[in-house]
């Protein structure tokens, strides 16, 4: 008998507003002392007044639009009692029947899994605070920080659409590029920005994949998961413990909540799993009803383009290759330096579709080959400079125009790879312009054939044994000649060039 996943997820995101959803409290719990950034409000003290921040209200409409949900004309807030010491007041204030969002979804791509795209669900997104943050000390007692408690969370409600933990993982990292793409929050999952909570069920198929008995069967709610890797590895690890039990004929008979203990890499058991009724939800008697249809027609004007449909543009509008858009895309200052590149570029792109007429595909060869120079640069080698130096894009000192520059100087053959690089980091350390460098180091190609001649006559005749065994068929040694020319000439000489002359001259 087969066991088919039915895979749901919680997401909880950390707006990133100046301050908390309900009081005037800084909403930067990370940068003071423990319990410093709190206040009566936040604290739930007898008599207080919580009043709704409109940024975190605007925040969230705007996720609701990105998710292709539908924004309610009028909503609310509720109290979610529950006791618990992060929750110093013993009620959360949350959204219960009239979420600001609800009946979106995401279409994501799975890479080598059992279907290429999936169409995922999101059922709701509602707004709510965040509880304080329970400190577990070496000295076998526990602390509570309240600094965290009462920051605004928008929480992001999908229907079991997901078959595989894979396809969980992937929609986690589109959710996260999505808000930093709307710039909502960093959703920094080591950093507590981004939570989720992930519920696993199976459900039994007969040979012909029909569903045997109940469509949906009790899940298991695995908690506070603070890794894409985790959650990955906490729903397989639950499909294997509840496959265990569906063939000792021992199903979840009810709903629980499990935890995730990556160093025993297995869930471990934590409580049953408590429903709506458990939680006493009443309407928020201190807080107006929010009336949002005005809002979320200003807000659908604020959209910006979203990660896919920029990858999408990335690679019919510069000829990237779509794992290039993607890794590019993967970060949005990087994508927007990259936009910023193309755009420097724009003459020559005119330039080359001129030329449609004449020949449409050396038109596209040659966007091709230009996009392909600006990828392998950027990704390549300026990341791998950045990463050394322990810098990125948002901080180094080379701008988008002398960039753009750079890469002409490339694609021109007036900088090859080596003295390319010895460009590029002057330019780091100091956003030199790459013309500049060129000319004062001297960098510039050599393409003289008569002196890159005299130098292989050079070579040729210190290397006596080299060129006999080229003679006799080694071939690859001419990799080694070619090393010889670009070390006498500092890195300058012309490869193809020296190549060509070299052949000649050893035959």
């Not at 919680?10 to 930067?28: D, G, P």
């Not at 203990?261 to 869930?267: C, L, V």
């Not at 330096?337 to 020559?348: D, M, P």
């Amino acid at each position: 008998m087969i066991y088919e996943p039915v895979i749901g997820l919680e997401i909880h995101i950390q707006l990133k507003t100046k301050t908390k959803m309900f009081c005037s409290c800084s909403a930067n719990e990370s940068a003071t002392s423990p319990n410093t950034n709190i206040c009566p409000i936040c604290l739930g003290h007898p008599g207080v007044l919580p009043v709704t921040n409109e940024q975190a209200v605007r925040f969230g409409i705007l996720l609701g639009i990105a998710l292709n949900c539908k924004i309610a004309n009028n909503s609310k807030f509720d109290r979610k009692n529950y006791f618990y010491p992060d929750l110093p007041k013993s009620y959360q204030i949350s959204q219960f029947d009239l979420p600001i969002a609800e009946h979106g979804y995401m279409d994501i791509e799975i890479p080598d899994g059992i279907r290429k795209t999936a169409r995922i669900g999101i059922t709701r997104a509602h707004l709510e605070e965040d509880a304080a943050k329970s400190l577990h000390g070496t000295d076998g007692k526990s602390y509570v920080d309240f600094n965290r408690g009462g920051t605004p969370l928008i929480e992001v409600v999908t229907e079991p659409d997901f078959k595989t933990p894979k396809e969980a993982k992937i929609f986690l990292q589109e959710l996260r590029l999505i808000a930093r793409y709307l710039g909502i929050s960093n959703a920094d999952m080591e950093k507590g920005q981004l939570r989720c909570d992930a519920n696993i069920s199976l459900r039994p198929l007969d040979e012909n994949g029909n569903i045997i008995g109940k469509t949906l069967n009790p899940k298991t709610e695995v908690k506070n998961i603070n890794s894409f890797k985790h959650v990955e590895r906490a729903l397989e690890h639950e499909i294997q413990r509840q496959t265990k039990l569906w063939k000792q004929d021992n199903p979840p008979a009810i709903s629980t909540t499990r935890g995730w203990n990556d160093e025993k890499q297995q869930t471990v058991d934590q409580r049953s799993k408590e429903d709506a009724a458990d939680y006493k939800y009443f309407p928020e008697p201190d807080i107006p009803a929010l009336s949002l249809t005005e809002i979320a027609e200003e807000m659908k004007q604020q959209l910006p383009e979203l990660p896919a449909k920029r990858r999408l543009r990335f690679t019919e509008e510069y000829s990237l290759r779509m794992m290039d858009s993607k890794q590019i895309c993967s970060d949005p200052a990087l994508a927007d330096f990259t936009e910023h590149v193309f755009s420097e570029l724009h003459a020559w792109m005119n330039s080359l579709d001129d030329m449609a007429d004449a020949d449409d595909e050396m038109v596209e060869s040659e966007k091709k080959k230009l996009g392909k120079i600006v990828s392998g640069w950027l990704l390549s080698k300026l990341g791998g400079l950045l990463s050394e130096r322990s810098i990125d894009v948002r901080t180094m000192k080379i701008n988008p125009e002398n960039f753009a520059e750079f890469i002409t100087l490339i694609a021109t053959k007036k900088l090859n790879n080596a003295t390319g690089l010895k460009v590029l980091n002057k330019m780091l350390d100091d956003g030199s312009d790459p013309s500049h460098v060129m000319e004062d180091e001297q960098l510039g190609q050599m393409d003289d054939e008569g002196a890159i001649a005299e130098i292989i006559t050079k070579i040729i005749e210190m290397n006596p044994k080299e060129v006999t065994r080229y003679k006799e068929g080694d071939e690859q040694l001419i990799k080694f000649f070619i090393g010889q020319v670009m070390k006498e000439t500092q890195g300058t000489a012309d490869p193809a060039l020296a190549k060509n002359i070299l052949k000649v001259k050893l035959n």
